[in-house]
């Protein structure tokens, strides 16, 4: 009785604290609200709990103000910054007496810098309002495939998740640039040129653009904070690289009926920066990009040929068709000499299908418009080991009884083809139990032979972080715990991803 009557007195406390730094309409403790935190997308990755608050934050005085907070009533904070539905886990509580961070309402886009090619924008902004804005300015952003309208954009550069142009991927962290955050010590931090010297405005009248990610001095402390779950600080906001506006656009369609028959013709195409949209999918997720139903994405599917690269041309100015003409010559030369079946068009998908695809956000996330759920499992590799690990993801789907038909397949080029982003889709209807079930066994038991066969798990959420860390050397997991004693001493920013597991 009497912990029952002092939890009750410590949440009034700590409510009565959070409306000190918070208006009313920027905390809560309602259940409704809570229970929407409580779960994601991604039902297989991550074992939750309710949270105890959620706030939303709009400045950062507000964020230091309430990792003190959390910091003295030993509370562990979660951040998110996209709209429902969530993905991975990286929004959940895993512990209880939690408060998610939802940066939501920090929705100010502070430059868009035509001459630098460069934007900086608040952790808020999502995919559809990020893209309205960067077309008035006359730029074109770097965004993934068909990114979902209500996700965050600085989350999603803070995940790591690819682009669409690996000729303009410099490096595994590009789009993202320099960043301002708060580090769970408390101590706000910019990292990169807008580390100074001079505040923004300072150094934007002395021509500074932010630009550069590197340092302050031989620390680039943004690699840190990047892909790790939230673990070691909170960003308030992000500078992004960005390109000018496209005026004319060319597709292109190298078709196969096996996985590796385009490879040495994809290869060729990255050495020389063809193209500037690179990617490979099967017919399955061609046809959930561009269909609108289930319908009409399986009548897409049987209609399209297996395997798909889509190769996108694109000119700027007076000689936006001149540059079109002769990379498409380039391009044609290239398939007659490695073989490749190209072609300007695909049965029912028109070049808007695939504009929309490549410039525009996706009203809902694309890959839960078919069967209404999806676990993806991605990695790193490179390209001419994709189809062993194809095969791999096959086989145990076989095994399973999972139903080969549902599974698709995304392989993105990165950093100008050094590497590529291998992504296997399983559908299936989340209403249905025993699919349910099958998937979730699939995906565990595909996850772990992928691993096992040499995957790179470069963004490794909730369960494969236990399957990877226990097979990572001991003095990796040290220095990866010594750099969070340095940056969040308490554990208060997200326990329990990566291998952050014990509570200090």
């Known amino acids: 009785m009497f912990k029952k009557w002092r939890s009750i007195k410590l949440s009034d ?5 959070l409306k000190t730094i918070f208006s009313d309409n920027n905390v809560s403790n309602s259940i409704g609200i809570l229970k929407s935190y409580e779960s994601d997308a991604s039902l297989h990755l991550v074992s939750s709990k309710l949270p105890s608050y959620v706030v939303w934050p709009e400045n950062i005085k507000q964020i230091q103000q309430l990792i003190s907070l959390a910091d003295k009533n030993s509370f562990s904070l979660v951040p998110t910054s996209s709209e429902p539905p969530r993905f991975y886990g990286t929004s959940i509580a895993r512990k209880k007496n939690s408060i998610i961070v939802d940066f939501t309402k920090m929705k100010k886009i ?31 952003p770097h965004i993934p495939l068909y990114p979902y309208a209500k996700k965050s954009v600085v989350g999603a550069s803070l995940d790591r998740e690819p682009v669409t142009i690996p000729k303009y991927h410099w490096d595994i962290s590009d789009p993202l640039l320099c960043t301002e955050l708060v580090f769970g010590t408390g101590n706000m931090f910019r990292t990169g040129a807008a580390a100074g010297p001079g505040n923004l405005d300072e150094q934007r009248e002395a021509g500074g653009a932010q630009k550069n990610p590197m340092g302050p001095s031989q620390f680039s402390p943004f690699r840190i904070v990047q892909g790790s779950q939230g673990s070691i600080g909170l960003v308030t906001w992000a500078s992004l690289k960005v390109d000018r506006a496209i005026d004319s656009r060319k597709n292109f369609f190298a078709i196969s009926n096996n996985l590796d028959t385009n490879f040495d013709f994809i290869y060729e195409i990255l050495k020389y920066r063809l193209g500037d949209e690179l990617f490979l999918v099967n017919n399955l997720n061609l046809a959930i990009l561009v269909g609108d139903d289930k319908e009409r994405i399986n009548q897409l599917k049987e209609k399209l040929p297996k395997w798909i690269v889509i190769i996108s041309v694109t000119g700027i100015g007076e000689l936006a068709s001149e540059k079109i003409d002769w990379q498409k010559g380039d391009i044609h030369e290239y398939s007659k000499t490695f073989e490749a079946n190209l072609t300007s068009e695909l049965a029912d998908i028109s070049d808007n299908d695939i504009s929309r695809v490549l410039e525009e956000a996706a ?49 993105q080029p990165m950093i100008q083809g050094c ?13 249905n139990d025993k699919e349910n079930r099958l998937a979730k066994k699939t995906f565990l038991r595909a996850s772990e032979a992928l691993i096992d066969s040499g995957a790179f798990f470069n963004r490794p959420y909730g369960i494969w972080a236990d399957m990877i860390y226990p097979k990572t050397q ?14 969040d001493p308490n554990n208060i920013l997200c326990p329990g991803v990566l291998c952050f597991k014990e509570d200090k």
Request: hydrophobic letters at 35%; glycine letters at 6%.
């Open 13 to 17: 406390k700590v409510l009565s604290e």
């Open 110 to 140: 502070l430059k868009m810098d035509k001459r630098n090619r460069v934007t900086l924008i608040e952790s808020g902004v999502n995919f559809e309002e990020y893209i309205k804005e960067c077309k008035k300015a006359g730029l074109r």
């Open 363 to 411: 009203p809902q996330p694309w890959r839960l418009k078919y069967l209404g759920g999806c676990d993806n499992i991605f990695f790193i590799t490179t390209l001419d080991k994709t189809k062993d690990f194809k095969k791999i993801m096959f086989d145990v789907a076989r095994e399973e009884g999972f139903n080969e038909s549902n599974i698709g397949v995304y392989i």
């Open 419 to 431: 590497n590529v982003h291998c992504e296997f889709d399983l559908y299936y209807d989340p209403k």
């Open 474 to 487: 001991d003095l990796v997991i040290e220095s990866m715990k010594k750099v969070k004693d340095i940056f």
